[in-house]
């Protein structure tokens, strides 16, 4: 009888403390940007960049939406994978979008195409 009550405490114990855990590893998962995987211009926001190159007249410099992805490492995996006009961006930048519910992607514009 005791056997069953300590273990019955301790699967208790260990259901409890999982949720807590994952939420907490799946948070510093997610914040994290190891070293190396993204070039020193590249920047992970947690709100949308400013000025909006849509919301001003597209006068540069501004940020110039493309496109949303589902998580951060999707985003900076797409940005590195396709072309960007050095010669109208500088840089990308991943950034928290649709109240959190998405990654967007924007570009820097520095110049007009």
């Known amino acids: 009888m005791l056997l069953r009550r300590t273990f019955a405490t301790l699967a208790l114990t260990a259901a ?3 949720p807590a855990t994952t939420a907490t590893a799946t ?3 997610a914040d994290a940007h190891p070293a190396g995987t993204a070039p020193a211009s590249t920047t992970s926001l947690r709100q949308s960049p400013t000025p909006d190159c849509a919301d001003n007249g597209g006068r540069v410099p501004c940020y110039e939406y493309q496109t949303w ?4 490492s999707n985003c900076e995996d797409y940005a590195k994978n396709h072309y ?3 010669g109208v961006y500088d840089r990308h930048v991943c950034a928290v ?3 959190g519910a998405t990654v967007g992607l924007w ?3 520095y110049r007009t195409s």
Not at 69 to 72: I, T
């Open 16 to 18: 409890l403390a999982v």
């Open 27 to 29: 948070a510093t998962a």
């Open 69 to 72: 992805f589902w998580s951060f």
């Open 84 to 86: 960007m006009d050095p």
């Open 97 to 99: 979008f649709t109240d």
């Open 107 to 109: 570009y820097h514009k």
